[in-house]
């Protein structure tokens, strides 16, 4: 267990389901994505994320595809894979029942849309640390799930529960990060889940990212967090100033299209996202590939 703790020291990247222009799933690219994150040195990936779009896969595709990525990474780095519901014994079920061979942990967000209180979210995730093989790794985003995950519950549940072994914190609120990474029992976990302030957090004791911006720009952010793991606040500050605009254009119209459009340019895949998601605008879009052009 230390050693995986270990290398999830620093940037992981959510990474993207390519899609062809049918809208299938493109498996040649998801073989040049892995490839090309590796290669730029990142530390691990995250699969079948939000960045994902998890939600929108069947559940053969969602079965496939994760086969698809344990074959290109061929064990080079850690594997995550997203798993998550807000039915509890449906997700408990499911974990048990699923094939996870390649993967080193499970991110699994809270639950959504039913907002429960911090002891059912307490039991929620305890039912699920006991019920899986591989370890878990927490999720927090209330901006997506309308459910905040508490410090003091995020604490409690590692000092209770063995298999859990951090948190993707995603929610942008320094306060509740510091006091995330002055509580946490030692080696747990405490992995920022936002581009802009994850160097800041990791100067300030986090551990690393799970990173949307690393799928298009892997060296130059593994270069940031390393910066920041090593101390070096002024190489930190220097690298996120060039990279800050190319930040906000890959949020402006949201997550995963802007990474998308990013990607397509570079022909690492298509631009093609499912419904309700879309592509990002003709402005943006172009905005994009003469930032990309310019600067990367």
């Keep these: 267990m230390s050693n995986l703790i270990q290398s999830l020291r620093g940037t992981g990247v959510a990474i993207i389901t390519p899609f062809k222009s049918d809208f299938s799933i493109d498996y040649v690219s998801i073989k040049k994505l892995v490839e090309f994150v590796i290669n730029g040195g990142i530390n691990y990936i995250v699969v079948q994320g939000t960045t994902g779009e998890s939600s929108t896969l069947s559940e053969n595709e969602k079965i496939e595809s994760r086969k698809a990525f344990v074959e290109a990474n061929a064990g080079r780095v850690p594997l995550i894979i997203g798993i998550g ?12 029942n699923s094939n996870l061979d ?41 901006g997506r799930t309308s459910c905040s995950l508490e410090p003091k519950t995020t604490i409690k549940l590692a000092n209770f529960n063995k298999n859990i072994i951090g948190i993707k914190e995603a929610k942008v609120d320094m306060d509740q990060m510091n006091d995330l990474i002055k509580n946490k029992p030692k080696n747990f976990l405490i992995i920022s889940g936002d581009d802009d302030t994850a160097p800041v957090s990791v100067l300030n004791g986090a551990d690393g990212v799970i990173s949307v911006a690393a799928g298009v720009i892997p060296g130059l952010f593994s270069n ?3 910066s920041a793991l090593s101390g070096d606040k002024v190489k930190t500050d220097k690298i996120l100033d060039s990279i800050k605009p190319f930040l906000k254009l890959l949020f402006d119209e949201g997550n995963p299209s802007g990474i998308k459009a990013a990607l397509s340019s570079k022909n690492l895949c298509k631009n ?17 590939k003469k930032f990309i052009s310019e600067n990367l």
């Design 85 to 96: 519901s807000n039915y509890t014994e449906s997700l408990v079920r499911y974990i048990k």
């Design 224 to 226: 940031v967090i390393n």
């Design 102 to 142: 390649g993967f080193s942990a499970i991110l699994s967000v809270t639950p959504y849309y039913n907002k429960p209180t911090q002891e059912g979210l307490f039991k929620h995730y305890s039912l699920i640390a006991k019920s899986s093989k591989i370890p878990i790794i927490l999720y927090n985003v209330p």
């Design 272 to 288: 093609k996202l499912r419904l309700p998601l879309m592509p990002v605008s003709n402005k943006l879009d172009n905005k994009i």
